[in-house]
């Protein structure tokens, strides 16, 4: 090794020192960032390499190294020159028996390091038949580092359809081809592993690697294959169990699916299966001490009735064994193992319940004959599943002394047991569950008067799982719930009970708008959820939630109910009334009262509508001539706060007039906002939200006043920049964009905003400073070609708007970039659109001179400027332009992509990119075609390296516009 290879081991030594070791953080950081920088490094091959042999390094040097030389092979191996490979295979071979009895860590990276060198180097490059022989040979030959070669024969088909690994989408292709003929020496090699009983286990997981690959060994073979009998025969041992289990899970995915046949050719290994892993139910019953094995039993359950629910749903006797093991499952006391079930129960309801599964017993009484059957075999289950899994929700004992995450736990368990709950409801229908919850709500509630002995946590529990089965009881249900809704008011003022009342309010709020009868609930549900205002902030919080369902269910029965309404309104807004209630729970009785109000005639809407905004007004006023004076002493909030509520009065009071008149009498307090704290962001968003939500509900009834709105928006956007003025006005032109009447003073508008922007976006870098100006530009653009094409396409900002595109294209701010795109296909929308056929030629005009660099950016954003999560906007733009042009396109994509290198892409890559366009541009559209843009994607993207030189070669952020020829 050179003296300055040399060197660079040396400091590659001390840097890993450093990082683990040193006391000083910034010395560790620093260390950190020169061994990120290292292992981008030529030397990094020669260097890992040594290190890795060296019999001084320690561990730490072990692992840094062979993860990097993993790294470099994965990634970086077109790095070396060809005649590099028997070295490097032969190397880590070598290093392969170095580290067979450890450390396991280093091991695995040499063989994901192995893997990653197979799919490099085509079979025939590895002598005799490709990899697998290869490692047949060695395994013959050097038994004695056979736990090595078997991780490495364990490794090679998790590897096969990885994408960390940089090799062309065909050779990935062929190496999965290899990888999936060569199956039957896999299964070979392992099956002269079998005798030796050290080996078993390993044997069995690399069985189940493999058994992902292969599809076409008939199930008869297979369920009499020693490999398939050495796992069953794997599940009488415990030191094998947990790999048997393994392997058996991978025969089951294996008989779904293994061939065209469907799960009718597998049977012959299903009924190899099937028995043994019934056997194993004895053992779970038992309960045995090792949690491990326990739920690997119950992974091999649920497994089976996953895959196998179809068969299971016809309900034959062996079908109902299945059930029986599966319910002991979903009953064990420990959720992560009942969980393992809830799946299959969701499967299997949709099978028992949908009419497709049935479509092959012919006519329509058959299929309902055969439905009833299955459903009135199952429907005993279903209501012991129902017992089963309500319990999981009740509070533990210590909820109050949980960790954030336990309560996060405790909340998905709730809300996979409401899931299940509502599967069963399906099968059972809503008021047989309903029926069964009830009861344990009851039995639970009956001893509510004895104080401090009655037990919340129970009826809590009971009245979550009525809650969450709300959607599946039908609004005519009598019987039941005006017993259960009559109850609630009888509970106690326990804060979650509360919590959970009111949410089981809201959550039947349908019913009690429309079931007979239910209307005599409303004041002591109104009475419910005020006391609930005042317990704690979660109840608060619910009732706020509850009162706006009640109020948009039942707007017509609570009409004669506004003075009670307005009166919690007040005393929620007025902070003086011991409610608990958030500004954002005040938000939702202001909605409440919105949907009361929309009930209302116009002449009485009017009139209350007024008496709401006074609250949310007032306080503006104050604030607006308070800060005329001193400024400095108020926030944000000051402002928000009542914006907030005047927003979600405009945006929920369903009277057009009412709310036209109200917005142009409070107009002038808003416009003196504007004029205040145009400069705040924060306080510009939430004014210009609520004058967005009064121009969508009000329309034209907003009057004159929204001329004197837009130009304070053009004022205030040219000297503050604020993106939200672009999402006000494109509200404005949704609205009001194809209304020849305000022609005159949008065309001002569209003109004045883009402008400004347009000078503000003269760069990449400006694009990605100011992302939201950006996104929100052309959101507005996309507005004006849907909605007011004869004034945005002849105008004189059109063809800038598209230079600005262009130029930001590639900003990696992921809804700005979405905008950009968005624009772009509008414009070949509309060009190609019956009514926009005639801006044709005005598009033709700006987008023909600019089409090659377009083209190109369009061609480089695809081959990495951008993420591969752009890529399906990305090539709509492309697909677009290319049904527009046609040929043109592909004469423009072959000049851009003749730029790039032979190193980075070949020339039948080339020519297939070219060709999916050329397809593109006779009218073919298929997912073929998105296939061959994506494999050119793939290509340019496969490692940094090649990233770099396609990039350099298009340039897409630093192109000048050129003329197409």
């Known amino acids: 090794m050179s003296s300055q290879k040399a060197s660079v081991r040396d400091t590659l030594q001390e840097a890993l020192k450093a990082l683990y070791h040193h006391p000083e953080q910034q010395v560790r950081n620093q260390a950190n960032v020169w061994l990120q920088e290292f292992q981008r490094t030529i030397e990094a091959w020669e260097v890992s390499d040594s290190l890795l042999h060296d019999a001084n390094s320690n561990l730490e040097t072990l692992i840094f190294c062979s993860q990097t030389l993993k790294t470099k092979v994965q990634r970086d191996f077109e790095e070396l020159p060809p005649a590099t490979f028997v070295p490097l295979r032969d190397s880590l071979k070598n290093l392969l028996k170095k580290f067979c009895k450890g450390p396991s860590k280093v091991r695995t990276q040499i063989c994901i390091a192995l893997a990653a060198l197979a799919m490099h180097v085509p079979a025939q490059d590895w002598g005799g038949g490709g990899v697998l022989n290869w490692l047949r040979d060695e395994l013959g030959s050097q038994r004695e580092y056979i736990h090595s070669f078997l991780e490495l024969l364990t490794v090679l088909p998790q590897e096969a359809y990885s994408h960390k690994i940089a090799v062309r989408p065909e050779r990935r292709r062929q190496f999965q081809k290899e990888l999936i003929s060569s199956v039957e020496v896999a299964f070979s090699l392992l099956t002269s592993c079998l005798n030796v009983e050290e080996l078993q286990e390993q044997v069995l997981e690399a069985f189940a690697s493999w058994l992902r690959l292969s599809h076409g060994i008939p199930a008869a073979a297979l369920a009499s294959h020693p490999l398939v009998l050495a796992a069953i025969s794997g599940l009488s041992s415990e030191q094998l169990f947990e790999s048997a289990v393994n392997a058996i899970c991978e025969l089951i995915h294996y008989t779904e699916t293994g061939s065209p046949g469907g799960l009718a050719e597998q049977m012959p290994l299903v009924q190899v299966l099937v028995p043994q892993i019934m056997g194993l139910r004895n053992r779970f019953s038992a309960s045995l001490k090792d949690e491990e094995i326990v739920k690997a039993m119950a992974r091999l359950f649920a497994e089976m009735g996953d895959c196998y629910v179809e068969l299971i749903a016809s309900g034959s006797n062996e079908s109902m064994m299945i059930i029986e093991a599966l319910v002991e499952v979903t009953s064990h006391p420990e959720y992560d193992i009942a969980s393992m079930t809830f799946n299959f129960w969701h499967s299997l309801q949709t099978v028992l319940t949908k009419r497709e599964y049935y479509t092959s017993f012919g006519n329509e009484a058959a299929i309902e004959a055969e439905k009833e059957r299955r459903l009135t075999i199952f429907r005993p289950t279903f209501e012991l599943l129902v017992s089963l899994v309500s319990f999981r929700v009740m509070y533990p004992h210590n909820y109050e002394r949980l960790s954030r995450e336990d309560l996060a736990d405790f909340k998905r368990t709730r809300y996979a047991v409401g899931d299940i709950l509502l599967d069963a409801s399906s099968v059972l229908s809503g008021e047989v569950t309903l029926k069964i919850l009830s009861n344990n709500f009851f039995q639970a509630g009956s001893t509510a008067g004895n104080g401090d002995s009655w037990d919340w946590r129970s009826a809590e529990a009971a009245l979550y799982c009525i809650r969450a089965i709300a959607r599946a009881v039908p609004i005519s249900e009598e019987t039941v719930l005006p017993q259960v809704i009559g109850f609630l008011v009888k509970l106690p003022l326990q804060p979650q009970l509360l919590q959970t009342a009111c949410l089981t309010i809201g959550a039947y ?106 609250p949310a007004v007032t306080p503006l006023q104050q604030v607006i001539a308070q800060a005329a004076r001193s400024p400095q002493q108020f926030s944000a909030n000051q402002y928000t706060i009542p914006i907030d509520r005047l927003s979600n009065i405009f945006r929920y009071v369903s009277h057009p007039e009412a709310v036209g008149d109200a917005f142009q009498n409070i107009w002038p307090t808003l416009k003196a906002v504007f004029d205040q704290r145009a400069w705040d962001m924060q306080t510009m968003e939430r004014l210009c939200r609520a004058c967005k939500y009064a121009v969508r509900t009000c329309g034209k009834s907003i009057g004159v006043t929204i001329s004197d709105m837009l130009q304070v928006v053009q004022l205030q956007y040219q000297v503050h920049h604020q993106s939200c003025f672009l999402y006000l006005s494109s509200e404005v032109i949704k609205i009001f964009g194809s209304d020849p009447s305000c022609g005159n003073y949008l065309g001002g508008l569209i003109n004045s905003l883009f402008g400004h922007t347009i000078s503000l976006l003269k760069s990449i870098q400006d694009f990605t400073s100011r992302p939201d100006i950006a996104d929100d530009c052309f959101l507005l653009a996309s507005r004006c070609i849907r909605y007011c094409p004869h004034l945005f396409v002849p105008s004189t900002i059109f063809p800038p708007l598209v230079d600005c595109s262009m130029i930001g294209i590639t900003i990696q701010h992921r809804e700005a970039c979405i905008s950009i795109l968005t624009f772009l296909n509008d414009i070949f929308d509309v060009a190609t659109s019956i009514g926009g056929k005639q801006y044709r030629s005005i598009i033709d005009n700006v987008i023909l001179p600019r089409a090659t660099s377009l083209t190109r950016i369009l061609i480089g954003s695809l081959a990495g400027a951008l993420p591969e999560s752009r890529l399906e906007e990305v090539i709509s733009v492309l697909m677009s332009m290319t049904r527009i042009y046609g040929i043109q396109v592909v004469n423009w994509a072959q000049e851009a992509i003749s730029l790039i290198p032979s190193t980075a892409i070949t020339d039948g890559e080339r020519s297939s990119f070219l060709g999916a366009l050329s397809s593109a541009a006779s009218g073919a559209n298929s997912p073929a075609l998105i296939g061959s843009l994506e494999e050119l994607s793939d290509v340019c993207r496969r490692n940094k390296t090649v990233q770099e030189i396609v990039q350099g070669a298009l340039q897409p952020l630093r192109l000048t516009l050129t003329t197409a020829s």
Do not use: N
Request: proline share 3%; net charge negative; glycine share 4%.
């Open 509 to 614: 709020s349908k019913w009690l708008g429309s079931a007979s009868g239910a209307s005599s609930f409303l004041p002591s549900i109104i009475e419910i959820l005020t006391r609930a205002m005042t317990t704690s902030e979660d109840s608060s919080t619910a009732a706020a939630m509850a009162l706006r369902h009640v109020c948009d269910a039942c707007r017509d029965k609570l009409a004669g109910s506004l003075d009670g309404l307005f009166h919690i309104y007040h005393k929620a807004v007025s902070r003086e009334s011991g409610y608990k209630l958030s500004t954002e729970d005040a938000l939702q009785l202001i909605e409440a009262l919105s949907m009361v109000i929309t009930a209302l005639p116009p002449e009485h809407a009017k009139k209350a509508l007024e008496a709401l905004c006074i």
